[in-house]
């Protein structure tokens, strides 16, 4: 499967994370490293959730949406 990845440098290191799942992040001391790294966490990030969810209950729920961003008081 494939997936979309961000990459940013910050200071020495190489910031790595999947924007679909969240949480899901990781860093290298180099852009080659980072990438390596961030198909195996993508990959226990996945498995982890198969476990998770496989006896879950799931629910559809209605969110209505405003046009601003702020909640009534």
């Given at each position: 499967m494939?997936?979309?990845?961000?990459?940013?440098?910050?200071?020495?290191?190489?910031a790595?994370?999947?924007?679909?799942?969240?949480?899901?992040?990781?860093?290298?001391?180099?852009?080659?490293?980072a990438?390596?790294k961030?198909?195996?966490?993508?990959?226990d990030?996945l498995q982890?959730?198969?476990?998770?969810a496989?006896?879950?209950?799931?629910?559809?729920?209605?969110v209505?949406l405003?046009?601003?961003?702020?909640?009534?008081v």
């Amino acid at each position: 499967m494939r997936y979309q990845v961000k990459l940013n440098k910050i200071d020495q290191v190489y910031a790595i994370w999947c924007p679909a799942l969240p949480g899901c992040w990781t860093v290298g001391d180099t852009e080659q490293e980072a990438l390596e790294k961030i198909k195996y966490v993508i990959k226990d990030y996945l498995q982890g959730f198969d476990e998770i969810a496989k006896n879950a209950d799931f629910y559809y729920i209605d969110v209505p949406l405003k046009s601003h961003w702020y909640f009534d008081v």
